[in-house]
């Protein structure tokens, strides 16, 4: 019998705190955006065609076997392919996403994940099943993908689009799952100027291979602000978070991560009512992230729109979130 068609989708995500100083170490917390969603299906296709990977949204197709070594798609399908000791299947494997690229919401994470995670259903092994691919296996896949992306991720991205929980996250230790004492909103604004991760990453590496002591002083910092804010998301003191990402978005200008586009939306928010906002992941465009009470969620998200953001989201914050897996037969 034809292995069943199947489809397997990871959802965007924000950095709330610690991004760049969680590379050196320090901790950060990220949470799953589910308003945005990447998919991966894989069909079955005839006998001897192989697998051929298509991202219709890129505008791009071709068979795996002729891919590129560092090309993103065919090395998750490559990884994944090895890990699971497995033949090439001949199937389609189709890839979407309603994700901003190059905008710190995780667009090729989520992309990563949903190919993994669908290319190892159709092959037999669905993810968290007994004996098959666990979370855990399927976020380490994921990491190396990243590697060629981003060359020094520091595994946050992977963990909380993977884990679609929140997440309070050290380098090389074991997941934390946050526990979030009250739900609270985000509204998300895009500055429409994309960024690249690995650039803003390098830049921040030779400014403190320039001079380590200042750098690790604000890094130590930033870590501190997030251990804050992990208490006060355990505690449901959502009053304290604000001006816990007001200090960070400082910190990051410090860094020299922040832009005049990400810094005038975030002005926008806090001068219409948002409780805090600072930029959201490598910064130097992208996203930035403002924490607004319900009943202010449109003015803020007006006031973003005028201020220039593109496409604004809002996101409710809350303890345990759905992952989704459908197959058809
Ligand atoms: O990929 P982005 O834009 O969400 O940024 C990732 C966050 C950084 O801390 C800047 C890098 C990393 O690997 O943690």
Redesign the pocket.
């Known amino acids: 019998m034809a292995p069943a068609s199947i489809e397997s989708c990871a959802p965007g995500k924000v950095?709330l705190f610690g991004?760049?100083a969680?590379?050196y170490g320090q901790p950060a917390i990220a949470v799953p955006v589910t308003e945005v969603q990447a998919s991966a299906t894989v069909e079955p296709a005839p006998p001897g065609s192989g697998l051929t990977l298509v991202a219709p949204d890129l505008g791009t197709g071709f068979p795996l076997a002729t891919a590129p070594q560092g090309e993103p798609l065919a090395a998750a399908a490559r990884l994944t392919l090895t890990h699971l000791s497995a033949p090439e299947p001949d199937a389609t494997l189709t890839v979407r996403s309603t994700i901003p690229i190059a905008s710190?919401l995780?667009s090729g994470t989520a992309v990563s994940t949903a190919l993994i995670r669908a290319l190892a259903g159709f092959l037999g092994h669905p993810v968290e099943t007994a004996g098959c691919l666990s979370s855990a296996d399927v976020s380490a896949l994921v990491f190396e993908v990243e590697k060629i992306h981003?060359g020094t991720?520091?595994g946050?991205?992977n963990t909380v689009v993977v884990y679609e929980q929140p997440v309070y996250f050290v380098r090389g230790r074991p997941v934390e799952r946050l526990t979030v004492g009250a739900p609270f909103t985000l509204v998300i604004g895009d500055t429409g100027v994309r960024s690249s991760?690995r650039r803003?990453?390098e830049q921040v590496r030779r400014a403190w291979q320039r001079s380590p002591a200042h750098y690790d002083a604000l890094f130590d910092q930033i870590g501190d602000t997030a251990n804050q804010a992990r208490r006060a998301i355990e505690a449901g003191r959502i009053d304290l978070l604000g001006r816990l990402m007001d200090d960070n978005h400082e910190f990051l200008i410090e860094l020299g991560v922040s832009s005049p586009e990400l810094d005038e939306l975030v002005e926008a928010a806090r001068l219409c009512g948002a409780m805090g906002a600072k930029l959201s992941?490598?910064g130097q465009g992208?996203n930035m992230i403002a924490l607004v009470e319900d009943d202010c969620v449109e003015e803020v998200t007006e006031e973003m729109r005028e201020a220039g953001a593109g496409r604004v989201i809002c996101t409710k914050v809350a303890a345990t979130l759905q992952r989704i897996e459908k197959t058809t037969d």
């Open positions: 950095i991004e760049h969680v590379v710190g995780g981003h991720p520091s946050i991205d991760t803003v990453v992941g490598a992208g």
